[in-house]
């Protein structure tokens, strides 16, 4: 079974640094696309930073310049390095995998990890 773990969050004040790891198993890390997500209270899941198989990223414009992702392949790990934290950074965040295997698509979530950026 594919899973997914995410971990490092936590309450850190504005201005503060977290950095979060999406730990993989069971599935062809390398061959994914990686992206983290954000949840807050009564929104919408959004994307914030996503990185290819090939190391390509791309970033919501609310997160450029302060968040960073990158991946280990050899640790089946992806990262979220978050500077500069702003109190509209609370979210629970989740980090996703996808890609195609075999001729099979797939997609897959972890459980979610909670930050919460006091002011």
């Known amino acids: 079974q594919v899973q997914l773990v995410e971990s490092g969050g936590g309450l850190v004040q504005a201005g503060g640094s977290l950095r979060l790891s999406c730990a993989a198993s069971?599935?062809?890390?390398?061959?994914?696309?990686i992206g983290w997500y954000r949840q807050a209270p009564g929104k919408q899941r959004e994307m914030v930073a996503g990185i290819s198989n090939g190391g390509t990223t791309n970033y919501d414009d609310s997160v450029k310049g302060r968040f960073t992702i990158s991946r280990d392949n050899a640790k089946n790990t992806a990262y979220l390095q978050m500077n500069g934290l702003k109190p509209e950074d609370t979210a629970v965040y989740y980090c996703?995998?996808?890609?195609?295997?075999?001729?099979?698509?797939?997609?897959?979530w972890g459980q979610g990890t909670q930050v919460t950026v006091s002011s």
């Open positions: 996703n995998a996808h890609g195609r295997f075999l001729g099979k698509e797939y997609d897959y």
């Open positions: 069971r599935m062809t890390f390398s061959r994914s696309a």
